[in-house]
Structure formats: C-alpha cells, structure tokens
C-alpha cells in the first residue's frame, strides 16, 4: 500500500466504490505523470478530507471530488468545498508541488458552475478537460495580487519592481 507524507498529513488510499467506474472511463489523464484514486489525507491519524483522484505532473497536481448524482452534488456545501480547496493547496505545497488546482466532477450535471470558488464540471465534459493550475505558493499569490492592484492603479515603475522579485522567488523555487 502507497502512503504519502505532506506534514501534517499522510495521504493513504482507501477502497473503491464501484459508482466511480464512468468516472475513471471519462478521466483525461494523457498531461500527467501519474494518478492515485480514492485518497484519504489523515491528520494526526484523524481522517479529515478525502479526493476521489489525485493526478500530478512535474511541477503540477489536480485533487479531484467526484459526485455520481446532481443530488449528491447538491448536498455538498460551499464551505465543504472551500474547506477541500485549502486542503489540497496546503498539500501540493507539503509535496513540493509548485502549482495545484482543485476541481469537483459531477454525473448528471448539465452545464459547468462554480461551488465555493472552485470549479464543478459534468462528467462528460472530462475527458477533454485542461487544468488551469494556480500557484499553492500563497506568498506568490499575495504577490500577483499586488502586481494586479498596482497595474489598475497605473504605478507602472513599482509594478515592475514588483515583477522582478516575482521573477527572482520563480528562479529560487526551479
């Protein structure tokens, strides 16, 4: 059994439920490295979120929560969601992954949404999805945040300041 460490949590599969298997079927997995189904992150041996896919790259891993009804999908609070969202990003960042994304999958669902600030897609649409990482490097976050503000406010000479420390934390970070 493969146990991965992220301090303060320790990834461990758990089994599978068979009302997964369209959800495998449909999986775009032709831009990763590897995937890990039906994870369990534990904290202090307490279980506290649990993704039906984890799938990586070199830099880059995408958690994935799978629901096979729309009925499912509803019962699923935002703050549930959010709460998964900042799981996954202290994680990738525990892995040393530079970049992650957290997307909710859904069977029966109609058109894409959005729950908690994360993205939700039908099932069909999967298997042609693209990830769009985001950094799980929360300083590099606040930091184009900035570089965003100051553009608006048009503090060009600060704003470039502003990208060259980017540049340089991007070059440490390689």
Same mark, same amino acid.
């Not at 096979?68 to 992954?97: E, P, T």
């Not at 109609?110 to 999805?129: H, I, N, T």
């Given at each position: 059994?493969?146990?991965?460490?992220?301090?303060?949590?320790?990834?461990?599969?758990?089994?599978?439920?068979?009302?997964?298997?369209?959800? *495998?079927?449909?999986?775009?997995?032709?831009?990763?490295?590897?995937?890990?189904?039906?994870?369990?992150?534990?904290?202090?041996?307490?279980?506290?979120?649990?993704?039906?896919?984890?799938?990586?790259?070199?830099?880059?891993?995408?958690?994935?929560?799978?629901?096979?009804?729309?009925?499912?999908?509803?019962?699923?609070?935002?703050? *549930?969601?959010?709460?998964?969202?900042?799981?996954?990003?202290?994680?990738?960042?525990?892995?040393?992954?530079?970049?992650?994304?957290?997307?909710?999958?859904?069977?029966?669902?109609?058109?894409?949404?959005?729950?908690?600030?994360?993205?939700?897609?039908?099932?069909?649409?999967?298997?042609?999805?693209?990830?769009?990482?985001?950094?799980?490097?929360?300083?590099?976050?606040?930091?184009?945040?900035?570089?965003?503000?100051?553009?608006?406010?048009?503090?060009?000479?600060?704003?470039?300041?502003?990208?060259?420390?980017?540049?340089?934390?991007?070059?440490?970070?390689?």
């Amino acid at each position: 059994m493969i146990e991965l460490s992220s301090d303060p949590y320790v990834l461990k599969p758990r089994t599978t439920p068979m009302t997964e298997a369209d959800f *495998r079927l449909h999986l775009n997995i032709s831009w990763c490295r590897g995937v890990l189904f039906n994870v369990v992150a534990l904290k202090n041996s307490i279980a506290v979120v649990e993704y039906d896919a984890l799938l990586w790259s070199d830099d880059s891993i995408m958690f994935i929560e799978y629901k096979d009804s729309v009925a499912a999908y509803k019962d699923l609070s935002s703050r *549930r969601v959010q709460q998964m969202n900042s799981f996954a990003k202290n994680i990738a960042r525990g892995l040393g992954y530079k970049n992650f994304t957290f997307i909710v999958v859904v069977k029966g669902l109609e058109d894409s949404a959005s729950k908690g600030g994360v993205e939700v897609l039908p099932l069909f649409e999967l298997g042609s999805y693209q990830p769009i990482f985001v950094s799980s490097i929360t300083e590099m976050e606040y930091l184009s945040k900035m570089i965003a503000k100051y553009t608006r406010e048009g503090k060009e000479e600060f704003t470039r300041d502003l990208e060259k420390l980017k540049k340089i934390f991007e070059m440490e970070q390689a």
